[in-house]
């Protein structure tokens, strides 16, 4: 009886407990199973080869592999993970026919980030099922989605190094030859039990038969035909132990045009004759006689292992993960929702000289017809010398806002009619585009307007400020702190005037706290993005909070996930050093998590994220530079790129509902965009 049932509790998709193996017999289940030595030495045998595992080692046993573990000489406790891939296919396409290795002898010393996060993932899904606080569940499966993405980000390379596969990271950085690899494998294991060729998956694939073999020899260290074979081996072993069939049955079963082929491709792998290994192992099987040997721990003991050996851990769950993940769960199907539509409707150029360069005007009319801004407001303009950025404004179909500081009235007055004359020109309906605001001091305000008006025309929209726009120097418009405070007043208001469009100019210095939305050097900041997300949301309110609102939008569903503003008010109000800005944004690990159900939905769907934080942030970028007055062109470059949002695109199935999960740090907003097929 190879096939083993795992047995779930608490209608979770994942198993977790700690044991301590005498002996386990050989066995499959459908489940992927993660072995984590916390304690001593094991043995696991997995197919032809037998691992000797130490502690904080960790050994993925993927679906459908026999194995079977032992003891060693010394006392050992192990954790162990079962994952029901069904479940989490809906938020993983790829995962048919899994294949991770976390054997990283090859290269340890490069991938001990990325396994200490798979041993947090654990202990944390261990401590949430012994503890069963409020909204267990749904953190033990945010933490094993999260564990399966790590696995697939870090653990889907091998390559063969004498005689087993470990994982090679070499080819991590290249995603495109990554999914083809995957994809070429999934099709082996999918086919191998008839004939197969390197020109079928070729064609497939679109490639020539010689660069094909070398992708599949440079990824696994086998030729194609050697990995076919190694593949079909490997299935063959739950025949020739799970079955009596004859060796030249299972030879023709799993693929080989002989039997003397098999034999030799079973020695070459399991260092033995099939009918050897029959005899040596069949005993070993489980079954009703060959029950597993092990003594599991209570809770009491398995969170004094954890607090003696992951303290670190333990004091973060402590301090933090008890923090429920709020749940969120809305009905396609409800009442009519009041409709949202937000708009930046004025936006300022501080510089309107800037206007007459074609990068500058390029720049502005990306801004506006990303942010769906109606009206440009331009401060401190002289009439006599800025016509031909003005008329640049107005061609673009914007409407015009010219702020002038008052000095002599009479001047202004005949500037004003002047200026119109000649815009006039080129746009019959110029007094419909154009609004004046001046601004005066020490006078009446009303007889300000009346002298004006007089002289300039008394049709014309013009108001009288006492105060002229205030625009303080301070790095934190540069950074990911402005984030909550744009999306959390973008909610509540349709006008904002109250951000520069364009640092004012200086080629030398990329940063210097002013107020624009996009750097002097066309570096899109923070502030962009965030005015960005709330321009992009339309659509009836499913739901909303203090982190979050849902939107319905004919096919399409549009999720905002954002972090509180708790420090935008006083950093705002208290201008600081950007080194001090640093450590407050590097030093805050304040972590939001969210799943958000969304029932009475079916079909299949496009999930899109993006997300703003301070891993993009222009402003921490250009710190871990020092910030330098002067940067080369390619360095430039270089920031730029580093700092477009993290972008997330997976297709999944709704069956009745649909759930996603966002994970996101402090300063941080995450859009989602579910979008049907």
Not at 362 to 391: F, G, P, Y
Not at 397 to 417: A, C, E, P
Not at 520 to 535: E, L, N, Q, R, V
Request: charged share 25%; aromatic share 10%.
């Amino acid at each position: 009886m190879l096939k083993e049932k795992v047995l779930y509790q608490d209608n979770l998709p994942v198993n977790i407990f700690v044991a301590s193996f005498e002996e386990y017999p050989i066995h499959y289940h459908e489940e992927l199973e993660v072995i984590f030595v916390l304690d001593g030495t094991i043995k696991v045998k997995d197919g032809y080869y037998t691992y000797a595992l130490k502690k904080d080692d960790v050994l993925i046993i993927n679906n459908r592999e026999l194995h079977s573990i032992m003891c060693t000489s010394e006392q050992n406790v192990i954790l162990i993970l079962q994952i029901d891939l069904n479940f989490f296919r809906k938020y993983h396409s790829n995962l048919i026919n899994p294949f991770f290795i976390t054997d990283t002898s090859y290269n340890a010393d490069k991938v001990n980030e990325p396994l200490e996060k798979l041993r947090k993932l654990m202990i944390r899904t261990m401590v949430e099922a012994l503890n069963k606080t409020e909204g267990y569940q749904d953190r033990i499966i945010k933490y094993t989605n999260d564990f399966i993405t790590e696995l697939i980000n870090d653990f889907q390379y091998f390559s063969m190094d004498d005689g087993k596969f470990v994982n090679e990271m070499k080819n991590k950085s290249n995603k495109i030859l990554a999914e083809r690899v995957n994809r070429i494998t999934n099709y082996i294991y999918e086919n191998y039990s008839r004939k197969l060729t390197l020109q079928e998956i070729a064609e497939r694939e679109h490639l020539s038969v010689y660069y094909l073999s070398h992708v599949i020899k440079e990824a696994t260290g086998l030729s194609f035909q050697d990995f076919l074979n190694f593949v079909r081996v490997e299935e063959s072993e739950m025949l020739v132990l799970g079955t009596d069939k004859k060796i030249s049955e299972i030879a023709m079963e799993c693929g080989f045009s002989a039997p003397r082929y098999y034999v030799k491709y079973f020695t070459k792998w399991f260092n033995c004759h099939p009918d050897e290994y029959r005899e040596l192992y069949l005993d070993k099987v489980r079954g009703e006689e060959t029950k597993g040997k092990f003594t599991t721990y209570n809770k009491e003991s398995i969170l004094s292992i954890i607090k003696t050996h992951f303290s670190n851990v333990y004091a973060h769950y402590n301090n933090s993960g008890t923090k429920s993940i709020e749940v969120i769960e809305v009905d396609s199907k409800g009442d009519t929702r009041p409709y949202l539509k937000k708009s930046w409707r004025t936006l300022i150029v501080e510089d309107i000289n800037l206007l007459v360069y074609s990068e500058a005007l390029k720049q502005l009319i990306e801004i506006c017809e990303s942010l769906n801004i109606k009206i440009i407001k331009v401060l401190n303009v002289n009439l006599s010398t800025n016509i031909e950025a003005l008329i640049n404004v107005l061609d673009l179909g914007l409407g015009l806002i010219i702020t002038i500081s008052y000095k002599d009235v009479n001047q202004v007055s005949v500037d004003i009619y002047q200026t119109i004359k000649r815009l006039s020109v080129r746009r019959e309906d110029i007094e419909k585009k154009l609004s004046f605001e001046i601004i005066v001091e020490n006078e009446n305000p009303r007889d300000v307007l009346k002298k004006i008006q007089e002289k300039a025309g008394s049709n014309l929209d013009i108001k009288i400020s006492e105060q002229s726009v205030n625009v303080d120097r301070n790095y934190v418009y540069d950074s990911v702190l402005m984030v909550p405070g744009i999306i959390q007043r973008g909610l509540l208001e349709d006008i904002s005037d109250s951000y520069i469009a364009v640092d004012s100019m200086d080629s030398y210095t990329m940063m210097k706290g002013d107020n624009g939305i996009i750097t002097s050097a066309g570096i899109k900041k923070p502030s962009f993005y965030a005015h960005k997300m709330i321009t992009d949301l339309e659509g009836e309110i499913l739901a909303s909070g203090k982190n979050y609102i849902i939107l319905k939008d004919l096919n399409a569903y549009k999720i905002l996930i954002y972090s509180a503003d708790s420090y935008f008010e006083e950093v705002y109000k208290n201008i600081q050093p950007p080194e001090e800005l640093v450590s407050l944004i590097e030093n805050t690990q304040i972590q939001n998590e969210f799943i958000i159900k969304i029932n009475h939905i079916n079909g299949e769907y496009n999930i899109k994220k993006y997300r703003i934080s301070k891993k993009n942030c222009i402003f921490s970028i250009y710190a871990k530079l020092g910030f330098p007055d002067i940067i080369k062109e390619e360095t430039k470059q270089i920031i730029e790129w580093a700092s477009y949002p993290q972008v997330f695109v997976r297709e999944t199935k709704a069956d009745g509902h649909l759930e996603i999960q966002s994970n996101i740090s402090e300063f941080s907003a995450e859009m989602i965009i579910v979008e049907k097929k």
